[in-house]
């Protein structure tokens, strides 16, 4: 068999074999990410309600905690109580 004909019957055997492994660890790492693990299943203490950009540094967030929805503004390296509220009036 010539060097070209072996190259080849490599690549047909290897290409698939490479591509099936990087699909396995792509399923793996989604199927068992760390964040995602077990999302939607169990009740969280603190629930991310929305999130509007202010701009390129900062953010507003509704966040539910503890019976309450807060509105933060987040900017870099600061999270300050805006406004608070029950959860039953809204």
Not at 7 to 33: E, N, S, T
Not at 76 to 90: N, P, Q, S
Request: proline letters at 3%.
């Amino acid at each position: 068999m010539s060097a070209l004909g072996w190259y080849f019957l490599k690549l047909l055997v290897l290409l698939p074999m490479v591509g099936g492994m990087a699909y396995g660890a792509l399923w793996l790492w989604r199927k068992y990410q760390p964040g995602m693990l077990g999302a939607g299943q169990r009740d969280r203490a603190v629930k991310l309600i929305d999130v509007l950009p202010m701009g390129t540094l900062g953010k507003l967030a509704v966040v539910e905690f503890g019976g309450k929805q807060l509105l933060l503004s987040v900017s870099r390296g600061k999270v300050e109580k805006v406004a608070e509220t029950d959860t039953r009036h809204g």
